[in-house]
Protein backbone atom coordinates (compact mmCIF):
# COMPACT_ATOMS: atom_id res chain seq x y z
CA UNK A 1 0.00 0.00 0.00
CA UNK A 2 1.06 3.42 -0.80
CA UNK A 3 1.81 5.41 2.16
CA UNK A 4 -0.81 8.20 2.94
CA UNK A 5 -0.11 12.01 2.04
CA UNK A 6 -0.70 14.98 3.91
CA UNK A 7 -2.72 17.00 2.44
CA UNK A 8 -4.95 20.93 3.44
CA UNK A 9 -8.71 20.04 4.11
CA UNK A 10 -11.19 22.56 3.91
CA UNK A 11 -14.90 22.98 4.29
CA UNK A 12 -17.28 24.86 1.98
CA UNK A 13 -21.14 25.60 2.12
CA UNK A 14 -24.05 26.08 -0.56
CA UNK A 15 -26.63 27.74 0.58
CA UNK A 16 -29.65 28.12 -1.19
CA UNK A 17 -32.79 30.54 -0.66
CA UNK A 18 -35.77 31.39 -3.16
CA UNK A 19 -35.85 34.67 -4.34
CA UNK A 20 -38.07 36.92 -6.57
CA UNK A 21 -35.94 37.36 -10.07
CA UNK A 22 -36.66 40.69 -11.66
CA UNK A 23 -35.63 38.85 -15.06
CA UNK A 24 -38.22 36.30 -14.98
CA UNK A 25 -41.55 35.13 -14.02
CA UNK A 26 -40.62 32.61 -11.21
CA UNK A 27 -38.63 32.49 -8.45
CA UNK A 28 -34.85 31.65 -8.29
CA UNK A 29 -32.87 29.67 -6.76
CA UNK A 30 -30.49 32.27 -4.89
CA UNK A 31 -26.80 31.44 -3.18
CA UNK A 32 -24.04 33.70 -1.11
CA UNK A 33 -20.90 33.76 -2.35
CA UNK A 34 -17.49 35.34 -0.22
CA UNK A 35 -15.18 37.40 -2.59
CA UNK A 36 -12.05 35.93 -1.66
CA UNK A 37 -9.05 38.21 -0.03
CA UNK A 38 -5.80 36.06 -0.74
CA UNK A 39 -4.12 33.77 -3.31
CA UNK A 40 -5.08 31.48 -4.87
CA UNK A 41 -8.05 33.32 -7.25
CA UNK A 42 -7.48 36.32 -4.95
CA UNK A 43 -10.41 39.01 -5.84
CA UNK A 44 -13.01 35.90 -7.15
CA UNK A 45 -16.15 34.99 -5.68
CA UNK A 46 -16.12 31.48 -4.28
CA UNK A 47 -18.20 29.75 -1.67
CA UNK A 48 -18.26 30.33 1.98
CA UNK A 49 -15.37 28.14 3.53
CA UNK A 50 -12.43 27.76 5.31
CA UNK A 51 -9.16 25.52 6.78
CA UNK A 52 -10.63 22.81 9.22
CA UNK A 53 -8.58 23.53 12.58
CA UNK A 54 -7.29 19.63 13.79
CA UNK A 55 -9.33 19.71 16.50
CA UNK A 56 -12.68 20.40 14.95
CA UNK A 57 -15.35 18.50 13.74
CA UNK A 58 -15.81 18.81 9.53
CA UNK A 59 -19.97 20.24 10.68
CA UNK A 60 -18.87 22.47 13.25
CA UNK A 61 -16.06 23.89 10.94
CA UNK A 62 -18.46 24.60 7.92
CA UNK A 63 -21.02 26.22 10.72
CA UNK A 64 -18.48 28.28 11.82
CA UNK A 65 -16.70 29.55 8.23
CA UNK A 66 -20.37 29.90 7.06
CA UNK A 67 -21.17 32.22 10.01
CA UNK A 68 -18.19 33.89 10.13
CA UNK A 69 -17.90 34.88 6.66
CA UNK A 70 -21.98 35.85 6.03
CA UNK A 71 -23.48 36.01 9.36
CA UNK A 72 -25.79 32.73 8.20
CA UNK A 73 -26.80 30.37 10.67
CA UNK A 74 -28.81 27.73 9.47
CA UNK A 75 -30.57 25.28 11.46
CA UNK A 76 -28.55 22.17 10.16
CA UNK A 77 -25.67 21.90 7.29
CA UNK A 78 -26.09 18.43 5.34
CA UNK A 79 -22.80 17.13 4.02
CA UNK A 80 -23.35 17.36 0.49
CA UNK A 81 -20.40 15.42 -1.27
CA UNK A 82 -15.84 15.71 -0.77
CA UNK A 83 -14.02 17.45 -3.98
CA UNK A 84 -10.59 15.92 -3.80
CA UNK A 85 -8.88 16.08 -7.28
CA UNK A 86 -5.79 15.91 -7.16
CA UNK A 87 -5.09 19.75 -9.86
CA UNK A 88 -8.53 21.71 -8.28
CA UNK A 89 -6.49 24.01 -6.20
CA UNK A 90 -3.23 25.15 -7.23
CA UNK A 91 -0.11 25.00 -5.12
CA UNK A 92 -0.61 22.14 -3.27
CA UNK A 93 -3.77 19.92 -2.92
CA UNK A 94 -6.62 21.07 -1.12
CA UNK A 95 -9.59 18.34 -0.58
CA UNK A 96 -12.90 20.24 0.02
CA UNK A 97 -15.57 18.94 2.48
CA UNK A 98 -19.10 20.31 1.51
CA UNK A 99 -22.01 21.09 2.96
CA UNK A 100 -24.82 22.58 1.83
CA UNK A 101 -28.85 23.83 3.40
CA UNK A 102 -31.56 24.95 2.24
CA UNK A 103 -33.08 28.37 3.91
CA UNK A 104 -35.85 30.14 4.54
CA UNK A 105 -36.21 33.82 3.45
CA UNK A 106 -36.38 35.15 6.99
CA UNK A 107 -32.90 33.08 7.49
CA UNK A 108 -31.27 34.30 4.40
CA UNK A 109 -32.17 37.88 5.01
CA UNK A 110 -29.74 37.68 8.37
CA UNK A 111 -26.82 37.43 5.84
CA UNK A 112 -24.20 40.66 6.27
CA UNK A 113 -24.37 41.49 2.43
CA UNK A 114 -21.23 44.02 1.41
CA UNK A 115 -18.50 44.57 -0.88
CA UNK A 116 -17.32 41.33 -0.04
CA UNK A 117 -20.72 39.03 0.24
CA UNK A 118 -23.14 38.96 -2.18
CA UNK A 119 -26.04 36.55 -3.21
CA UNK A 120 -26.18 35.66 -7.15
CA UNK A 121 -28.69 33.53 -8.87
CA UNK A 122 -27.25 30.34 -8.86
CA UNK A 123 -28.18 29.88 -12.90
CA UNK A 124 -26.11 33.17 -13.53
CA UNK A 125 -22.88 32.37 -11.47
CA UNK A 126 -19.81 34.36 -12.29
CA UNK A 127 -16.31 32.10 -12.97
CA UNK A 128 -15.87 31.02 -9.42
CA UNK A 129 -12.77 30.19 -7.44
CA UNK A 130 -11.23 26.32 -7.58
CA UNK A 131 -14.18 24.15 -8.45
CA UNK A 132 -16.87 25.80 -7.17
CA UNK A 133 -18.71 26.27 -10.23
CA UNK A 134 -18.65 22.16 -10.36
CA UNK A 135 -19.77 22.33 -7.05
CA UNK A 136 -22.45 24.54 -7.43
CA UNK A 137 -24.12 22.48 -10.50
CA UNK A 138 -23.72 18.96 -8.55
CA UNK A 139 -26.14 20.72 -5.56
CA UNK A 140 -28.05 21.65 -8.25
CA UNK A 141 -28.78 18.59 -9.68
CA UNK A 142 -29.05 17.14 -6.57
CA UNK A 143 -31.79 20.01 -5.40
CA UNK A 144 -33.74 18.31 -8.78
CA UNK A 145 -33.79 14.92 -7.81
CA UNK A 146 -34.31 15.46 -3.94
CA UNK A 147 -37.63 17.87 -4.84
CA UNK A 148 -39.08 14.83 -6.59
CA UNK A 149 -38.95 12.59 -3.24
CA UNK A 150 -38.72 14.76 -0.51
CA UNK A 151 -39.92 17.42 1.58
CA UNK A 152 -37.78 20.28 0.33
CA UNK A 153 -40.80 22.94 0.63
CA UNK A 154 -40.44 22.73 4.40
CA UNK A 155 -37.06 23.89 4.34
CA UNK A 156 -37.10 26.70 2.14
CA UNK A 157 -41.17 27.50 3.42
CA UNK A 158 -41.35 26.52 6.98
CA UNK A 159 -44.23 24.41 8.34
CA UNK A 160 -47.19 25.77 6.62
CA UNK A 161 -47.58 26.57 3.01
CA UNK A 162 -49.59 27.58 -0.13
CA UNK A 163 -49.79 25.48 -2.87
CA UNK A 164 -48.80 28.05 -4.99
CA UNK A 165 -46.04 28.53 -2.72
CA UNK A 166 -45.10 25.01 -3.03
CA UNK A 167 -45.16 25.33 -6.79
CA UNK A 168 -42.66 28.41 -6.58
CA UNK A 169 -40.34 26.15 -5.09
CA UNK A 170 -40.89 23.51 -7.34
CA UNK A 171 -40.55 25.85 -10.45
CA UNK A 172 -37.54 27.20 -9.02
CA UNK A 173 -35.55 23.75 -8.70
CA UNK A 174 -36.94 22.45 -11.75
CA UNK A 175 -36.27 25.91 -14.03
CA UNK A 176 -39.38 25.60 -15.41
CA UNK A 177 -43.22 27.04 -15.45
CA UNK A 178 -45.70 24.11 -13.95
CA UNK A 179 -48.77 24.11 -14.93
CA UNK A 180 -51.09 25.25 -11.49
CA UNK A 181 -54.12 22.85 -12.38
CA UNK A 182 -52.06 20.09 -13.02
CA UNK A 183 -50.11 20.88 -10.12
CA UNK A 184 -52.78 21.01 -7.42
CA UNK A 185 -53.90 17.69 -9.02
CA UNK A 186 -50.73 15.79 -8.63
CA UNK A 187 -49.70 17.29 -5.17
CA UNK A 188 -53.06 16.26 -3.68
CA UNK A 189 -53.33 12.72 -5.37
CA UNK A 190 -49.61 12.03 -4.14
CA UNK A 191 -51.21 12.06 -0.62
CA UNK A 192 -47.93 14.25 0.89
CA UNK A 193 -49.62 16.99 2.31
CA UNK A 194 -52.70 17.96 3.62
CA UNK A 195 -55.01 20.53 4.29
CA UNK A 196 -54.82 22.54 7.12
CA UNK A 197 -58.09 23.98 6.96
CA UNK A 198 -56.67 27.09 8.06
CA UNK A 199 -56.01 29.98 5.24
CA UNK A 200 -53.69 32.74 4.43
CA UNK A 201 -53.92 35.68 7.14
CA UNK A 202 -55.33 38.90 5.69
CA UNK A 203 -55.99 38.22 1.97
CA UNK A 204 -59.53 39.74 1.46
CA UNK A 205 -61.06 37.33 -1.57
CA UNK A 206 -60.71 33.80 -1.62
CA UNK A 207 -57.54 33.86 0.93
CA UNK A 208 -55.95 30.53 -0.27
CA UNK A 209 -55.70 27.61 2.01
CA UNK A 210 -52.61 26.65 3.62
CA UNK A 211 -51.17 23.11 3.40
CA UNK A 212 -48.21 21.44 5.69
CA UNK A 213 -46.44 17.59 5.11
CA UNK A 214 -48.43 14.42 5.80
CA UNK A 215 -46.28 13.40 8.78
CA UNK A 216 -47.71 9.86 8.05
CA UNK A 217 -45.40 9.77 4.70
CA UNK A 218 -41.81 8.95 5.79
CA UNK A 219 -39.32 11.95 4.97
CA UNK A 220 -35.73 11.43 3.70
CA UNK A 221 -33.74 11.98 6.81
CA UNK A 222 -30.02 11.49 7.04
CA UNK A 223 -30.69 8.46 9.32
CA UNK A 224 -28.40 7.48 12.24
CA UNK A 225 -26.19 11.05 11.09
CA UNK A 226 -28.40 13.34 12.04
CA UNK A 227 -31.34 15.34 10.88
CA UNK A 228 -32.24 16.04 7.51
CA UNK A 229 -32.01 18.88 4.56
CA UNK A 230 -35.45 18.81 3.12
CA UNK B 1 -10.22 32.33 10.31
CA UNK B 2 -8.49 29.77 12.06
CA UNK B 3 -5.87 28.65 9.67
CA UNK B 4 -6.32 25.14 8.34
CA UNK B 5 -4.13 21.69 9.57
CA UNK B 6 -2.94 19.33 7.84
CA UNK B 7 -4.60 16.32 8.33
CA UNK B 8 -4.05 12.54 7.04
CA UNK B 9 -6.79 11.15 4.19
CA UNK B 10 -8.09 7.65 3.93
CA UNK B 11 -10.29 5.72 1.57
CA UNK B 12 -12.38 3.13 2.70
CA UNK B 13 -14.71 0.82 1.24
CA UNK B 14 -18.31 -1.03 1.87
CA UNK B 15 -19.17 -3.34 -0.98
CA UNK B 16 -22.37 -5.30 -0.26
CA UNK B 17 -23.43 -8.08 -1.79
CA UNK B 18 -26.39 -10.78 -1.52
CA UNK B 19 -25.61 -14.37 0.07
CA UNK B 20 -28.06 -16.99 1.16
CA UNK B 21 -27.77 -17.22 5.36
CA UNK B 22 -27.73 -20.75 6.61
CA UNK B 23 -29.40 -19.03 9.72
CA UNK B 24 -32.12 -17.80 7.86
CA UNK B 25 -34.71 -18.00 5.73
CA UNK B 26 -34.40 -15.19 3.41
CA UNK B 27 -30.87 -14.02 1.79
CA UNK B 28 -28.62 -11.18 3.78
CA UNK B 29 -26.50 -8.97 2.68
CA UNK B 30 -22.91 -9.25 3.17
CA UNK B 31 -19.43 -7.14 3.30
CA UNK B 32 -15.37 -7.86 3.18
CA UNK B 33 -13.79 -6.96 5.67
CA UNK B 34 -9.87 -7.12 5.74
CA UNK B 35 -7.85 -8.19 8.94
CA UNK B 36 -5.42 -5.25 10.22
CA UNK B 37 -1.73 -6.05 10.24
CA UNK B 38 -0.45 -3.11 11.60
CA UNK B 39 -1.55 -0.52 14.61
CA UNK B 40 -3.72 1.10 15.54
CA UNK B 41 -6.20 -1.27 15.86
CA UNK B 42 -4.07 -4.36 14.93
CA UNK B 43 -5.70 -7.88 14.10
CA UNK B 44 -9.27 -6.52 14.28
CA UNK B 45 -11.08 -6.42 11.03
CA UNK B 46 -12.01 -3.34 9.40
CA UNK B 47 -13.39 -2.10 5.61
CA UNK B 48 -10.71 -2.47 2.37
CA UNK B 49 -9.04 0.60 2.29
CA UNK B 50 -5.70 2.75 2.78
CA UNK B 51 -4.49 6.58 2.49
CA UNK B 52 -4.68 8.31 0.09
CA UNK B 53 -1.49 9.23 -1.89
CA UNK B 54 -0.85 13.39 -2.67
CA UNK B 55 -1.80 12.53 -6.90
CA UNK B 56 -4.31 10.23 -6.82
CA UNK B 57 -8.31 10.98 -7.49
CA UNK B 58 -10.17 9.77 -4.45
CA UNK B 59 -12.55 7.11 -6.43
CA UNK B 60 -9.25 5.94 -7.87
CA UNK B 61 -7.50 5.52 -5.05
CA UNK B 62 -10.77 3.67 -3.20
CA UNK B 63 -10.56 1.28 -6.10
CA UNK B 64 -6.94 0.56 -6.14
CA UNK B 65 -7.48 0.00 -2.28
CA UNK B 66 -10.10 -2.31 -2.73
CA UNK B 67 -8.61 -4.12 -5.36
CA UNK B 68 -4.99 -4.48 -3.54
CA UNK B 69 -6.80 -5.87 -0.50
CA UNK B 70 -9.92 -7.95 -2.09
CA UNK B 71 -9.51 -8.50 -5.54
CA UNK B 72 -12.64 -6.90 -6.51
CA UNK B 73 -13.30 -4.49 -8.93
CA UNK B 74 -16.44 -3.18 -9.17
CA UNK B 75 -17.33 -1.35 -12.24
CA UNK B 76 -18.09 1.81 -10.53
CA UNK B 77 -17.71 2.81 -6.78
CA UNK B 78 -19.94 5.52 -5.76
CA UNK B 79 -19.14 8.40 -2.82
CA UNK B 80 -21.09 7.68 0.33
CA UNK B 81 -19.91 10.04 3.13
CA UNK B 82 -16.90 11.44 4.58
CA UNK B 83 -16.52 10.46 8.31
CA UNK B 84 -14.09 13.03 9.93
CA UNK B 85 -14.69 13.10 13.67
CA UNK B 86 -11.49 14.50 15.54
CA UNK B 87 -11.36 11.31 17.99
CA UNK B 88 -12.05 8.67 15.49
CA UNK B 89 -8.59 7.49 14.99
CA UNK B 90 -6.19 7.32 17.96
CA UNK B 91 -2.66 8.82 17.50
CA UNK B 92 -3.30 12.16 14.93
CA UNK B 93 -7.11 12.56 12.53
CA UNK B 94 -7.71 10.80 10.14
CA UNK B 95 -10.59 12.19 7.99
CA UNK B 96 -11.77 8.92 5.45
CA UNK B 97 -13.78 9.55 2.29
CA UNK B 98 -15.63 6.47 2.49
CA UNK B 99 -17.31 4.81 -1.40
CA UNK B 100 -19.54 1.95 -1.89
CA UNK B 101 -20.96 -0.56 -4.27
CA UNK B 102 -23.18 -2.83 -4.96
CA UNK B 103 -22.02 -6.09 -6.41
CA UNK B 104 -23.58 -8.88 -8.32
CA UNK B 105 -23.00 -12.28 -6.56
CA UNK B 106 -20.27 -13.80 -9.75
CA UNK B 107 -18.58 -10.15 -9.34
CA UNK B 108 -18.29 -11.06 -5.62
CA UNK B 109 -16.79 -14.23 -6.45
CA UNK B 110 -13.90 -12.41 -7.28
CA UNK B 111 -12.94 -11.47 -4.27
CA UNK B 112 -9.63 -13.19 -2.80
CA UNK B 113 -10.68 -14.89 0.77
CA UNK B 114 -8.32 -15.82 3.19
CA UNK B 115 -6.98 -15.27 6.41
CA UNK B 116 -6.69 -11.43 6.28
CA UNK B 117 -9.62 -11.03 4.19
CA UNK B 118 -13.55 -12.39 4.76
CA UNK B 119 -17.24 -11.95 4.25
CA UNK B 120 -19.26 -10.80 6.99
CA UNK B 121 -23.19 -10.84 7.29
CA UNK B 122 -23.91 -7.09 7.72
CA UNK B 123 -26.26 -7.42 10.44
CA UNK B 124 -23.61 -9.67 12.51
CA UNK B 125 -20.63 -7.48 12.41
CA UNK B 126 -17.72 -7.97 14.96
CA UNK B 127 -16.29 -5.06 16.80
CA UNK B 128 -14.44 -3.01 13.83
CA UNK B 129 -11.50 -1.09 13.75
CA UNK B 130 -12.03 2.77 14.02
CA UNK B 131 -15.74 4.19 13.55
CA UNK B 132 -16.36 1.20 10.74
CA UNK B 133 -19.06 -0.47 12.21
CA UNK B 134 -21.01 3.49 12.47
CA UNK B 135 -19.76 3.66 8.56
CA UNK B 136 -21.73 0.43 7.68
CA UNK B 137 -24.58 0.99 9.85
CA UNK B 138 -24.71 4.48 7.60
CA UNK B 139 -24.14 2.58 4.81
CA UNK B 140 -27.26 0.51 5.64
CA UNK B 141 -29.40 2.93 6.52
CA UNK B 142 -28.73 4.58 3.32
CA UNK B 143 -29.53 1.49 1.22
CA UNK B 144 -32.51 0.91 3.06
CA UNK B 145 -33.56 4.12 1.87
CA UNK B 146 -32.86 3.93 -1.81
CA UNK B 147 -33.95 0.79 -2.24
CA UNK B 148 -37.96 2.60 -2.49
CA UNK B 149 -36.59 4.88 -5.40
CA UNK B 150 -34.32 3.16 -6.67
CA UNK B 151 -32.86 0.35 -9.27
CA UNK B 152 -31.37 -1.48 -6.99
CA UNK B 153 -32.14 -4.67 -8.01
CA UNK B 154 -29.90 -3.69 -11.11
CA UNK B 155 -26.78 -3.64 -9.30
CA UNK B 156 -27.01 -6.67 -6.92
CA UNK B 157 -28.63 -9.02 -9.68
CA UNK B 158 -28.12 -7.66 -13.39
CA UNK B 159 -30.46 -6.85 -16.70
CA UNK B 160 -33.40 -9.40 -16.18
CA UNK B 161 -34.47 -10.83 -12.91
CA UNK B 162 -37.75 -12.67 -12.02
CA UNK B 163 -40.21 -11.36 -9.26
CA UNK B 164 -39.03 -13.50 -6.53
CA UNK B 165 -35.43 -12.48 -7.18
CA UNK B 166 -36.28 -8.97 -6.43
CA UNK B 167 -38.06 -9.74 -3.30
CA UNK B 168 -34.92 -11.43 -2.10
CA UNK B 169 -33.10 -7.83 -2.73
CA UNK B 170 -35.79 -6.09 -0.72
CA UNK B 171 -36.07 -8.56 1.94
CA UNK B 172 -32.17 -8.71 2.53
CA UNK B 173 -32.05 -4.12 2.32
CA UNK B 174 -35.19 -4.35 4.47
CA UNK B 175 -34.21 -7.02 6.77
CA UNK B 176 -37.97 -8.54 6.95
CA UNK B 177 -40.35 -11.37 5.13
CA UNK B 178 -42.51 -9.68 2.46
CA UNK B 179 -45.63 -11.17 1.36
CA UNK B 180 -45.11 -12.94 -2.26
CA UNK B 181 -48.17 -11.26 -3.44
CA UNK B 182 -48.51 -8.48 -2.21
CA UNK B 183 -44.80 -7.48 -3.47
CA UNK B 184 -45.81 -8.48 -6.60
CA UNK B 185 -49.16 -6.08 -6.86
CA UNK B 186 -47.05 -3.23 -5.35
CA UNK B 187 -44.47 -3.74 -7.82
CA UNK B 188 -46.26 -4.21 -11.35
CA UNK B 189 -48.17 -1.42 -10.43
CA UNK B 190 -45.74 1.10 -9.66
CA UNK B 191 -44.51 0.75 -13.59
CA UNK B 192 -40.88 0.48 -12.54
CA UNK B 193 -40.79 -2.95 -14.20
CA UNK B 194 -41.46 -4.52 -16.93
CA UNK B 195 -42.03 -8.40 -18.61
CA UNK B 196 -39.22 -9.26 -20.84
CA UNK B 197 -41.83 -11.77 -22.69
CA UNK B 198 -39.04 -14.21 -21.28
CA UNK B 199 -38.69 -17.27 -18.97
CA UNK B 200 -36.00 -18.43 -16.95
CA UNK B 201 -34.43 -21.32 -19.19
CA UNK B 202 -33.93 -24.81 -17.43
CA UNK B 203 -37.10 -24.61 -15.17
CA UNK B 204 -38.87 -27.62 -16.07
CA UNK B 205 -42.51 -26.37 -14.83
CA UNK B 206 -43.74 -23.09 -15.30
CA UNK B 207 -40.52 -21.05 -15.43
CA UNK B 208 -40.85 -17.76 -13.80
CA UNK B 209 -41.11 -14.53 -16.25
CA UNK B 210 -37.89 -12.34 -16.47
CA UNK B 211 -38.20 -8.83 -15.91
CA UNK B 212 -35.95 -5.18 -16.49
CA UNK B 213 -36.35 -1.85 -15.28
CA UNK B 214 -38.66 0.42 -17.39
CA UNK B 215 -36.15 2.48 -18.89
CA UNK B 216 -38.47 5.12 -19.04
CA UNK B 217 -38.50 5.90 -15.47
CA UNK B 218 -36.10 7.89 -14.46
CA UNK B 219 -33.13 6.50 -12.43
CA UNK B 220 -31.75 7.89 -9.46
CA UNK B 221 -28.59 8.82 -10.98
CA UNK B 222 -24.91 11.00 -9.69
CA UNK B 223 -26.26 13.11 -12.43
CA UNK B 224 -22.80 15.73 -13.42
CA UNK B 225 -20.72 13.44 -11.61
CA UNK B 226 -20.55 9.73 -12.93
CA UNK B 227 -22.70 7.03 -12.95
CA UNK B 228 -24.96 5.87 -9.75
CA UNK B 229 -24.85 2.75 -7.98
CA UNK B 230 -28.46 2.35 -8.21
Known amino acids: MTAPAQATLAVSTVIFALRSDAESDFKTLWLPLVRRTREPFLGQWALPGGGL ?6 AMAAARTLRETTGLT ?3 LEQLYTF ?3 GRSPGGRVVSVVYWALVQ ?3 AAHAVVGDNVQWFPADRLPDLAFDHNRIVEY ?7 KVEYSRIAHAFLGETFTLAQLRDVHEAVLQKALDPANFRRTVESSGTVVDTGERVAGA ?3 PPRLYRYNDSVRAVALGPLGPSIG
Chains 1, 2 share one sequence.
Open 139 to 145: ALWRLRT
Open 105 to 107: SDE
Open 53 to 58: PAGEEL
Open 84 to 86: GDP
Open 204 to 206: RHR
Open 74 to 76: PKY
